[in-house]
């Protein structure tokens, strides 16, 4: 008889629920992971761990122990980097965990658009507050910014700032909200969708577009 195939999901929040039920439909033996026992995808899986999924060392160490086959973070962001990292470690089937990491990291993302020619607005990341006044103050940056976590999804921790006296707070906020404790500041570039309006000639995407600018002024 064929062993049954063990994936490992990160994560245990509701959006997991229909892959747990097509990996069932598969034949795969479901384990759901993180630090929250009483997420609702646990009840549906067949097996729970209580280790974070942003532990990718515990994360790879349980992977071997259980010899799993395969491993996702659907839909769950902190874990994607985790994922990719078991997947390479033990060779299972994924991403390239370097570029998972570049694309997880709005700072390596920025940094690898310039350097392949990408039209990017002007940013740059920093661990503390005292270098993003620096910048400020010598005028790097025009005002508005925006100030955000380079690891965070959802628009956690994002803030547009409009004058400088906003900034600590926003760096602040930012900070709190990522896992790295790291921030990316960047130049907010409203002109540049009013353009990408006025060109546009699909009415129904003109539409959507303007009604995207009406929300990012009011912002």
């Known amino acids: 008889m ?3 195939k063990k994936l490992m999901l990160l994560g245990g929040l509701r959006y997991l629920l229909p892959v747990i039920e097509a990996a069932h439909d598969l034949g795969y033996y479901v384990i759901t992971c993180d630090y929250l026992p009483n997420n609702i995808a646990h009840k549906y899986s067949d097996e729970y761990c209580n280790v974070s999924i942003i532990d990718k060392e515990a994360v790879l160490a349980l992977a071997k122990n259980l010899q799993i086959d395969g ?3 659907f839909a769950v962001d902190p874990g994607v980097v985790t994922a990719a990292y078991v997947q390479e470690q033990m060779g299972l089937p994924g991403s390239p965990y370097k570029s998972v990491c570049i694309l997880q990291n709005k700072d ?3 940094s690898f658009l310039k350097e392949h020619g990408f039209n990017v607005p002007k940013s740059k ?3 503390n507050g005292m270098d993003a006044f620096e910048d400020m103050n010598s005028n790097y940056y025009s005002l508005p910014v925006i100030v ?3 690891d965070s999804a959802g628009s956690k921790g994002v803030t547009r700032v409009n004058k400088l006296e906003d900034l600590h707070m926003a760096i602040d906020h930012a900070l ?3 896992i790295l404790k790291r921030i990316i ?3 907010y570039c409203m002109m540049q969708l009013s353009q ?3 060109r546009e000639k699909n009415a129904d995407l003109q539409e959507a577009l303007e009604d995207l600018y009406e929300f990012m002024i009011g912002y």
């Open 125 to 127: 990341g920093y661990d």
């Open 196 to 198: 990408l309006i006025s």
């Open 2 to 4: 064929e062993k049954q």
């Open 185 to 187: 500041i960047e130049e």
């Open 148 to 150: 955000k976590p380079v």
């Open 108 to 110: 390596l993302f920025r």
């Open 176 to 178: 709190d909200n990522s």
């Open 71 to 73: 491993i996702m973070s």
